[in-house]
């Protein structure tokens, strides 16, 4: 059984900056990590993930912004979000194939 938290999320001003952590716990092989975000009244969108050998995909509108990231812990995934936008409000997921968190919440004020 495979368990993800999300965690980092908060409110800031247009141009901050947070970093979001998912945690990811149980038996694993080698998976890709993604994230994706779900604005109120909007449909959930893929952002960005990172396989196994930490190779990185980003969807366009985050692509030069955003960076993920392992930590030292191989199942501790960051997304460092800086220069955010009020668009990039949404909550925001961890996801291992079928597996999600519960999320956590990213509030951008212009």
């Known amino acids: 059984q495979v368990y993800l938290e999300e965690s980092g999320g908060g409110s800031v001003q247009a141009g901050g900056a947070l970093r979001l952590t998912c945690t990811a716990s149980?038996?694993?092989?080698?998976?890709?990590v993604s994230w994706f975000r779900q604005a109120p009244g909007k449909q959930r969108e893929w952002v960005a993930s990172?396989?196994?050998?930490?190779?990185?995909t980003y969807t366009d509108s985050v692509k030069g912004r955003f960076t993920v990231y392992r930590g030292a812990a191989k199942w501790t995934i960051y997304m460092y979000m800086p220069e955010l936008k009020p668009e990039d409000t949404a909550l925001y997921y961890c996801?291992?194939?079928?597996?999600w968190g519960p999320g956590t919440q990213v509030t951008v004020s212009s």
């Open positions: 996801s291992i194939g079928d597996k």
């Open positions: 149980g038996h694993m092989p080698a998976h890709v």
């Open positions: 990172i396989s196994h050998d930490d190779t990185t």
